[in-house]
């Protein structure tokens, strides 16, 4: 069954350093999403994306975040200056076209540890 | 501010029970998604919910979607040990355009032999 895929499954940085997260989604599937998770906290919602451009992103998605579709298979989420508070699960997910609105699948997520 | 209250939190229970796990809101939503989450891995899709009152099988799990789609259940008949996990589930707000799913906290179930 396909799935959705993130690389690395766990990235440690300084603070103040760029990262760059990776996600393959479902080869259909035409909706991308990140979306991350503090460790005992919620999965919180950050950024949509569909046709090439941004379709809804979260208060959380500020300036320091930015997504990219560089190739036909990848999604990618940069963060351009970590902080500490950047440390979280991010989980990238997917939805084939003419999905029941809000039917989403994640990968297995990348941990993300800012020291 | 949309929420998705689900009780309860813990759930510990012995194998062979059977048990409901409620997932609550004051707002209404085109959809709700149950998804189970295992330590350090991404969730993953059990089943989603459209239409008020619906009510979906799987296996031994039964969903349920209320009338107004305001609230869900999630219950299992004779739980298995391998049905131990955390229990999410999340919904797609009606009044709002976008695909942004909002979470609950989890519910974390435990089933001992």
């Known amino acids: 069954e396909p799935e959705v895929t993130q690389t690395p499954s766990h990235q440690v940085t300084q603070m103040g350093q760029e990262v760059i997260l990776r996600c393959v989604p479902i080869?259909?599937?035409?909706?991308f999403y990140w979306y991350r998770q503090i460790l005992g906290q919620k999965v919180e919602f950050l950024v949509s994306?569909?046709?090439?451009?941004?379709?809804?992103k979260s208060e959380i998605f500020d300036d320091q975040f930015s997504v990219e579709r560089p190739d036909g298979s990848n999604f990618t989420l940069k963060i351009r200056s970590t902080k500490l508070e950047d440390s979280a699960m991010y989980f990238c997910?997917?939805?084939?076209?003419?999905?029941?609105?809000?039917?989403?699948?994640f990968g297995p997520g990348t941990r993300l540890t800012v020291t | 501010t949309q929420l998705l209250e689900q009780s309860p939190q813990f759930l510990s229970i012995q194998e062979g029970e059977n048990l409901t796990v409620y997932c609550n809101s004051s707002?209404?939503?085109?959809?709700l998604q149950w998804y189970r989450q295992e330590p350090g891995e991404g969730p993953v899709l059990l089943v989603t919910?459209?239409?008020?009152?619906e009510v979906k099988k799987l296996k031994r799990l039964t969903f349920q979607f209320g009338d107004a789609r305001k609230d869900s259940s999630l219950h299992i008949t004779a739980a298995q040990t391998g049905d131990t996990g955390l229990y999410l589930c999340a919904g797609a707000p009606a009044n709002q355009a976008g695909t942004a799913l909002i979470f609950g906290k989890g519910t974390t179930l435990s089933v001992s032999s």
């Open positions: 707002s209404v939503f085109s959809s």
């Open positions: 994306f569909y046709n090439n451009e941004i379709s809804e």
């Open positions: 919910v459209v239409t008020g009152g």
């Open positions: 997910a997917s939805s084939p076209a003419g999905a029941v609105r809000g039917e989403q699948y």
């Open positions: 080869s259909n599937h035409l909706y």
